[in-house]
């Protein structure tokens, strides 16, 4: 039997239901993999660290995290670590980076991902940030260190689009990307439509959980932004930054506008789209855009979905219904599967 351990930075709601898919599978990935999987380590910004290089209590450690808020200082695992003292120095196989996004710098993500990739180890990344500002530099080093970078849920989630183009598509050239890549702003697009008031339509989205205090990022386009960056570097090898992209929000869509469009027959959509240019260059334009009403990207019960155009198998399309936590957990849980697998060949 073969010891996994992970380090997880950041325990909201990614670690959480990473944690919960892993003590619901780890005798299972014993029986098929003979590997054990631990989580030795976990940082938290302000809410306490914990750390047992023979495995900590999950269970646990959610309860303390949702019932008291904190991890408990009494408690014989809790450390006194922050995020950067456990990747220098804990002991683990793999680290999580699940901190939250900083789109304009990356960091201290990306600090985390090049330490711990530095001392040898695996890493997967739910943080965009990282692999939208220092993709080619984070591959490069991984490569250079043999092992694995991965960052499944940076984009719709668990839905394996990274992945599949990965595992499923050798020798195919990406020449074009087209998706909805923000849930938030598909529901309020969508929302609009149906002709709910602005506050309403916020008050819904932060009950429902997938709404943060502050939505800037999602309504001026940079979290699109940031994910079709991730795409173009991850499946065009583009080497582009969030800066190289036409970025227009939905800020200055308004009801009328919506109204217009269905008039045309017409939804209306913040798009994000890369072409490779003639030239060979990759460019990225993420805008708000008028679909037909019978496309498949017009579809209301969709969360998100993603269209890859590519010279030997033609657009493959991938679609996501439902915005549940578990699929979040389940991008972290698949990176970590294929760690597993390519450790034990």
Same mark, same amino acid.
């Given at each position: ?30 029986? #098929? ?26 269970? !646990? ?5 949702? %019932?008291?808020?904190?991890? #408990? ?37 990306? %600090? ?24 080619? !530099? ?27 183009? #990965? ?40 009950? !429902? ?10 309504? !001026? ?22 800066? %190289?992209? %036409? ?99």
């Amino acid at each position: 039997m073969k010891k996994i351990s992970v380090a997880l930075l950041g325990f909201g709601v990614a670690g959480q239901a990473f944690s919960r898919i892993l003590m619901k599978t780890r005798d299972d990935i014993l029986r #098929d993999t003979g590997c054990d999987v631990i989580v030795t380590a976990i940082a938290t910004g302000s809410r306490g660290s914990l750390y047992n290089t023979r495995g900590l209590d999950l269970k !646990e450690a959610m309860r303390q995290i949702n %019932d008291e808020g904190r991890f #408990d200082v009494k408690y014989p695992d809790y450390s006194s670590m922050n995020a950067m003292e456990i990747v220098e120095s804990a002991d683990y196989d793999v680290i999580a980076e699940l901190t939250p996004l900083n789109i304009r710098t990356g960091l201290p993500a990306a %600090d985390h991902i090049r330490r711990a990739l530095n001392r040898g180890k695996h890493v997967i990344s739910a943080n965009k940030g990282p692999v939208a500002r220092y993709y080619r !530099e984070l591959k490069n080093l991984a490569s250079e260190k043999g092992v694995c970078l991965f960052f499944e849920t940076t984009v719709m989630a668990g839905t394996p689009l990274l992945n599949m183009a #990965d595992e499923c598509l050798p020798y195919c050239k990406v020449d074009r990307i087209e998706g909805i890549l923000n849930a938030t702003t598909n529901y309020i697009l969508k929302e609009m439509a149906k002709g709910v008031p602005d506050d309403e339509i916020v008050r819904r989205g932060r009950e !429902e959980g997938f709404m943060e205090a502050d939505i800037s990022m999602d309504t !001026e386009g940079w979290d699109a932004t940031a994910k079709l960056t991730v795409l173009m570097n991850a499946l065009m090898d583009a080497d582009v930054t969030p800066d %190289d992209i %036409d970025r227009t929000g939905i800020g200055n869509v308004t009801a009328e506008d919506i109204e217009e469009a269905a008039e045309r027959g017409n939804v209306i959509k913040l798009m994000c789209v890369a072409q490779r240019n003639d030239d060979g260059t990759v460019s990225g334009k993420v805008a708000p855009a008028e679909i037909p009403a019978g496309d498949v990207f017009s579809d209301e019960n969709l969360v998100a979905v993603a269209s890859v155009y590519t010279d030997l198998m033609g657009k493959i399309t991938i679609l996501q219904y439902g915005l549940e936590t578990t699929q979040t957990g389940y991008g972290v849980f698949s990176d970590l599967i294929r760690i597993i697998k390519s450790i034990s060949k």
